[in-house]
């Protein structure tokens, strides 16, 4: 059998599964999966920090996805502006009810979910406040991450806009660019940090913490 101790000290790679036994690492140094080279763990004594920083540019790139024009399009010489918003408007009064559930999940629910947990769970771990709330936000981000899944997002937005404005004439906006720029941070946030590591430094702050 094999203690629990002995068991802190193995790591799963989560994409291969691989396992792989924990060393101490020295300060900035990260430990790659044998196997496929996923991070697996590192020692960033400044991770709280740095990561913060990245979600907060996150939510600021999200208030512009969401605050400015998506898409202008031109319907027989008229000329609209739509930002996020609108266009869901628009994929509602199409009858798109199916694209209209996957745009409002993908592009406001989980987005906006995983970012402010995220910057609420880094805000309390870096002022050492809230062990519960920072627990249950955890909880969540390891259900909700799985779906925040940037091809899924991309993709039906454009096939949603692509269906409403099949012979209309589309110049992208701002939104487009923030929107892209959102998911090239969070491809970033989560190469910075790993959910394990999450959970690592959340014992690290807190202790254990029972159900
Ligand atoms: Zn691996």
């Not at 605050?67 to 399009?73: G, P, R, W, Y």
């Not at 509602?92 to 993908?106: R, S």
């Not at 406040?129 to 799985?146: D, Q, S």
Request: contains cysteine; charged residues 15%.
């Amino acid at each position: 059998m094999i203690t629990e101790e002995e068991l802190d000290n193995l790591i799963i790679c989560k994409k291969c599964h691989t396992l792989h036994k924990r060393v101490p690492l020295p300060p900035n140094k990260k430990a790659f999966c044998s196997k496929c080279d996923i991070l697996l763990y590192q020692n960033n004594p400044n991770i709280i920090d740095k990561t913060l920083a990245l979600v907060i540019s996150a939510a600021i790139s999200l208030f512009v996805a969401f605050k400015f024009t998506i898409v202008t399009i031109d319907i027989q010489g008229l000329e609209q502006s739509l930002t996020l918003y609108a266009l869901f408007m628009v994929i509602l009064e199409q009858h798109q009810y199916i694209v209209g559930i996957m745009f409002i999940f993908l592009i406001f629910i989980f987005p906006i979910t995983i970012i402010f947990s995220m910057l609420i769970l880094l805000i309390l771990m870096k002022l050492k406040k809230g062990a519960y709330l920072t627990h249950r936000l955890l909880i969540l981000l390891a259900h909700i991450r799985p779906w925040s899944m940037v091809d899924i997002f991309f993709i039906s937005l454009l096939v949603a806009m692509v269906k409403l404005f099949d012979y209309a004439y589309i110049e992208l906006g701002v939104s487009f660019v923030a929107l892209i720029f959102t998911l090239i941070l969070d491809i970033i946030i989560t190469k910075n940090i790993s959910f394990y590591e999450l959970w690592d430094l959340h014992t690290k702050i807190y202790g254990h913490i029972d159900e």
